[in-house]
């Protein structure tokens, strides 16, 4: 199994080199070179076995299938829920997959915590030590914290945009006590944590210098990781039986998962609705064929406040017919502008990919909430009520409908509350992730004053 950059300028690498540098460094996303086709999971299966199983077929000949079942199983034994992604009803022919289960009650969870066993045991036969910088819209943060807190092997560096994440969701990153976890709340939005997180891995000698590498939802692990419980839902739900996942989306990275589970064989059709808040700049992508770049409004789910979805270059890479070149183009001219029409030989066969989205307003996502409290005695997070609104309007159609249910509504106190006047708190299973005392620095959002920070660190240690 090879991966190939987006851009077409960096060399094919094996799925560890993918995995542990994050970006390519050409700039562009690493893809499988193909997909591979990959047998449905058997009846009985657990899900670590299921996840070994998909995981194994995208690592290829770079991670035996002993180490692989062994991470998995030391991954997902930390969930609070054996299925790790059960389906519950939520309304006639509507589940949702409720993907909160992990440490840090988060979907990045499934993810982070597979990629935390993943650096550990490769760098420890490489014996290296690595930066991890990671930029994050309330949640990765956290989980990378859940993940890495503690870890011989690496330096966690989060970047969250300072007072726009909830405060549950900062406990989980700033007060795990571990000194290999800094926190930097920057002086801006989520999107300029992002472009700075990837001018840093821009910059060759830094990245040399402090081995740089990147867990946000552009991580391929991560692509990969989100993949199983698309197949586990299938599983579950029949082989054939169609289904229409809807899935609350800010980069992209989960609604992109789905499409590989369906490349790969693991699912009996595709059919993928992106809920979005507000901040739409996706919707319109997918609709019209125009990207931009715009400023992002703070809404009441703020894991999706982004205006930019970085795995949005994958689908468009697909769309392109796999044209790095004509993808290189087209994301040059954004970062000058950000401002670009797709060309009509992406725009078109975008459109008929099996994606589509939706856009919820602010008002009507606690509305959403309080519709779901009233009909099933259930708090709902503000994202996951996004994705249920966007299911409650999509056409009707023969497919049951899968809402990924995000986050937990304990991570949002003040929403569900306004919402719906329940109050909800933390499961005591993660009090002790939440009640240390917090450390976190304030810093301008600037390239070169991050960058002096992680210098900083590595000349401590
Ligand atoms: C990250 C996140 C999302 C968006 O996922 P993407 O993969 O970035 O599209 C949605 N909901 C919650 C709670 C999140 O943490």
Redesign the pocket.
Same mark, same amino acid.
């Given at each position: 199994m090879k991966y190939v950059s987006t851009r077409g300028g960096s060399a094919p690498v094996d799925f560890l080199t993918a995995c542990l540098a994050g970006l390519a460094p050409d700039g562009g996303l690493y893809v499988p070179e193909s997909y591979p086709q990959i047998a449905r999971p058997e009846a009985g299966m657990s899900y670590p076995e299921v996840a070994a199983h998909i995981l194994g077929a995208f690592a290829g000949d770079a991670i035996s299938a002993d180490t692989m079942l062994a991470l998995c199983e030391k991954a997902y034994g930390g969930f609070a829920h054996e299925s790790v992604a059960p389906l519950v009803q939520l309304a006639p022919n509507r589940f949702l997959m409720e993907l909160h289960h992990g440490p840090t009650l988060?979907?990045?969870d499934v993810a982070m915590q597979f990629i935390g066993q993943l650096y550990d045991w490769a760098l420890e036969r490489q014996g290296k030590r690595m930066t991890i910088i990671c930029a994050t %819209? /309330?949640?990765?943060g956290g989980a990378a914290a859940g993940a890495f807190a503690g870890s011989k092997h690496v330096d966690l560096v989060i970047l969250h945009p300072h007072g726009r994440i909830s405060p549950v969701q900062r406990l989980f990153m700033t007060t795990t006590g571990a000194d290999n976890v800094h926190n930097f709340a920057l002086e801006g939005d989520f999107d300029q944590c992002q472009s700075i997180v990837k001018a840093l891995f821009a910059e060759a000698g830094f990245v040399q210098q402090v081995g740089l590498s990147g867990v946000n939802?552009i991580n391929w692990a991560r692509i990969a990781a989100q993949s199983v419980y698309y197949a586990t839902a299938q599983a579950n739900m029949g082989a054939d039986h169609p289904l229409r996942f809807i899935?609350? %989306? /800010?980069?992209?990275?989960?609604?992109l998962a789905g499409y590989v589970a369906a490349r790969c064989g693991l699912l009996s059709g595709f059919d993928v609705m992106c809920a979005v808040n507000e901040n739409d700049t996706l919707r319109e992508v997918l609709e019209t064929g125009h990207m931009r770049r715009s400023t992002t409004i703070a809404t009441p789910?703020p894991?999706?406040d982004?205006t930019v979805?970085s795995?949005l270059e994958r689908v468009l890479f697909e769309a392109s017919g796999r044209d790095a070149d004509k993808i290189s183009a087209l994301y040059g001219a954004f970062a000058q502008s950000g401002d670009v029409e797709l060309p009509e030989t992406i725009a078109g066969p975008l459109g008929c990919m099996g994606f589509s989205a939706r856009t919820v307003r602010n008002a009507e996502t606690l509305g959403e909430m309080k519709r779901v409290h009233a009909r099933t005695d259930w708090a709902i997070?503000p994202?996951t009520a996004v994705g249920s609104l966007a299911a409650e309007r999509a056409p009707v159609s023969n497919a049951t409908d899968i809402v990924l249910a995000?986050?937990h509504p304990a991570k949002f106190p003040e929403t569900v509350s306004e919402a719906t006047g329940v109050q909800v708190g933390i499961p005591a299973r993660c009090s002790g992730a939440v009640g240390g005392e917090e450390v976190f620095s304030v810093l301008p959002a600037d390239q070169s004053a991050v960058r002096e920070h992680i210098l900083g660190l590595a000349a401590a240690r």
């Open positions: 988060a979907f990045k %819209s /309330g949640d990765t939802s899935v609350p %989306s /800010g980069n992209m990275g989960d609604a789910s894991a999706m982004i979805p795995n997070c994202h995000t986050a």
